[in-house]
T-cell receptor, first 112, second 112 residues
Framework: DAGITQSPRHKVTETGTPVTLRCHQT?????MYWYRQDPGHGLRLIHYSYGVKDTDKGEVSDGYSVSRSKTEDFLLTLESATSSQTSVYFC???????????FGDGTRLSIL | GESVGLHLPTLSVQEGDNSIINCAYSNSASDYFIWYKQESGKGPQFIID?????DKRQGQRVTVLLNKTVKHLSLQIAATQPGDSAVYFC???????????FGTGTRLTVIP
């Protein structure tokens, strides 16, 4: 398995609270991605990073921000969580564009 | 057994039979395709990929076929085993885009 660790693996929180999810990689890959997975939608890209401090929006970026201060860590923040952000969040990494992305085992986030 | 990707999300096959999972894509700019396998509680796991300059690629017990004329992708699994039971996703990248676009998946169930 690719060296990807997501934390926490499970979280329950209340509407309006801030939440930060962490993705840590040991592969020294340039690209890192955050996806969410919801029934009937497959996986959808939230944000991605193509280098330290270099990030860009994905398909469903509203309500989310990201930061990458070092190669190995990519943080996803929900500034004020809403119930619509209840989902399973996956981090992925890749070495180059048009190369397979390798995924972590996800964070199950429930917002009540 | 054979499925039509997004319109038939489940496929059941007998152990030892061959499985065919289909996927249709709509964007003619798509140039790189990946099949992932996702088991319950896990992240998507890379199976095989293919670029748009190819029409067939083989791996261990798996074959991916790409028909660009009708924008169709299929995954063939030979001698399907119980361990193959999972949800299978096709994903594509498009020229100039840096993220994967996922289908909604097909659930494969192998009957012993």
């Amino acid at each position: 398995d690719a060296g990807i660790t997501q934390s926490p693996r499970h979280k329950v929180t209340e509407t309006g609270t801030p939440v930060t999810l962490r993705c840590h990689q040991t592969e020294n890959h340039r690209y890192m991605y955050w996806y969410r997975q919801d029934p009937g939608h497959g996986l959808r890209l939230i944000h991605y990073s193509y280098g330290v401090k270099d990030t860009d929006k994905g398909e469903v970026s509203d309500g989310y921000s990201v930061s990458r201060s070092k190669t190995e860590d990519f943080l996803l923040t929900l500034e004020s969580a809403t119930s619509s952000q209840t989902s399973v969040y996956f981090c992925a990494i890749s070495d180059r564009e048009e190369q397979p992305q390798h995924f972590g085992d996800g964070t199950r986030l429930s917002i009540l | 057994g054979e499925s039509v990707g997004l319109h038939l999300p489940t496929l059941s096959v007998q152990e030892g039979d061959n499985s065919i999972i289909n996927c249709a894509y709509s964007n003619s700019a798509s140039d790189y395709f990946i099949w992932y396998k996702q088991e319950s509680g896990k992240g998507p796991q890379f199976i095989i990929d293919i670029r748009s300059n190819m029409d067939k690629r083989q791996g261990q017990r798996v074959t991916v076929l790409l028909n660009k004329t009708v924008k169709h992708l299929s995954l063939q699994i030979a001698a399907t085993q119980p361990g193959d039971s999972a949800v299978y996703f096709c994903a594509e990248t498009r020229t100039g885009a840096n993220n994967l676009f996922f289908g909604t998946g097909t659930r494969l169930t192998v009957i012993p």
